[in-house]
């Protein structure tokens, strides 16, 4: 259960104390975290005795510099794409049918169904754009 108050979030405990969780985080953001990761809680790497080596800042520009994004140029292993000559693709411009207006006492549901189908030549009701 949480209840906003100036823009944190107090939590209230089994026992019906508060709790202020963005407080909580604050005060122990320089604690070494619990394990083998040589790190604060923020995120720091740490040095013999606690101190700081490297600040997270500096920890995560160094991740981005050596981490480089994919090219555009990759393809997948898997299914190459073909190449397709520009003059062998074709545009089709389709006209979307004018919206019809509904009949006396015709729902909207059943004036979407009748613009879904149409009659063709020979008296059966088929799709739009079959």
Do not use: C, H
Not at 48 to 64: A, W
Not at 83 to 94: D, F, G, R, Y
């Amino acid at each position: 259960m949480a209840v906003k108050q100036t823009g944190r979030k107090i939590y209230k405990s089994m026992q019906g104390k508060q709790i202020d969780m963005d407080l909580l985080r604050q005060r122990n953001e320089l604690t070494p975290a619990v394990g083998n990761a040589k790190v604060n809680a923020r995120g720091d790497e740490l040095g013999p005795g606690g101190k700081i080596i490297k600040k997270r800042e500096d920890v995560l520009r160094d991740f981005y510099e050596d981490n480089v994004e994919p090219t555009e140029f990759e393809q997948s292993i898997k299914a190459p794409e073909p190449e397709v000559a520009p003059e062998q693709t074709a545009s089709v411009e389709v006209e979307a049918p004018a919206p019809k207006a509904r009949k006396a006492g015709q729902t909207k549901a059943q004036a979407k169904v009748e613009d879904e189908w149409m009659e063709d030549e020979d008296g059966n009701f088929v799709k739009r754009g079959d």
